[in-house]
């Protein structure tokens, strides 16, 4: 069975920094297309940014400059640096992925469980 498991999440002042983690793990045949989107109690879910299996990436115009993505193909593992973080960052961030789980397999999409992260003094 395919799951992905986030990690990283916490409490941190405004300003500072986290890392988050992804870890993908069970039958995979191949990941294309990486996510972290976020949600606040009560809101939708939100993209935060993309990263193809290329390594092109795509981020949301409010995390621009400040969030780095990056995965490592070998250890099935996306990870998300944030810097400078705000208030307005706290919620609890998602990793979602399109994978196969065989070669004949049709692309499907995994979400983690979430990881919360609180910015705050």
């Known amino acids: 069975q395919v799951q992905l498991v986030e990690s990283g999440g916490g409490l941190v002042q405004p300003g500072g920094s986290l890392r988050l983690s992804c870890a993908a793990s069970?039958?995979?045949?191949?990941?294309?297309?990486m996510e972290w989107y976020r949600q606040a109690p009560g809101k939708q879910r939100d993209l935060v940014v993309t990263?193809?299996?290329?390594?092109?990436?795509n981020y949301a115009d409010s995390v621009n400059g400040r969030f780095t993505i990056s995965r490592d193909n070998a250890k099935n593992t996306l990870y998300l640096k944030m810097n400078s973080l705000k208030p307005e960052d706290t919620d609890v961030y998602y990793c979602?992925?399109?994978?196969?789980?065989?070669?004949?397999?049709?692309?499907?999409?995994?979400w983690g469980k979430g990881t919360l992260d609180t910015v705050s003094s």
């Open positions: 990263i193809t299996s290329g390594g092109s990436t």
């Open positions: 069970g039958s995979i045949f191949s990941i294309y297309n």
């Open positions: 979602h992925s399109w994978m196969r789980d065989g070669s004949s397999q049709p692309l499907k999409d995994y």
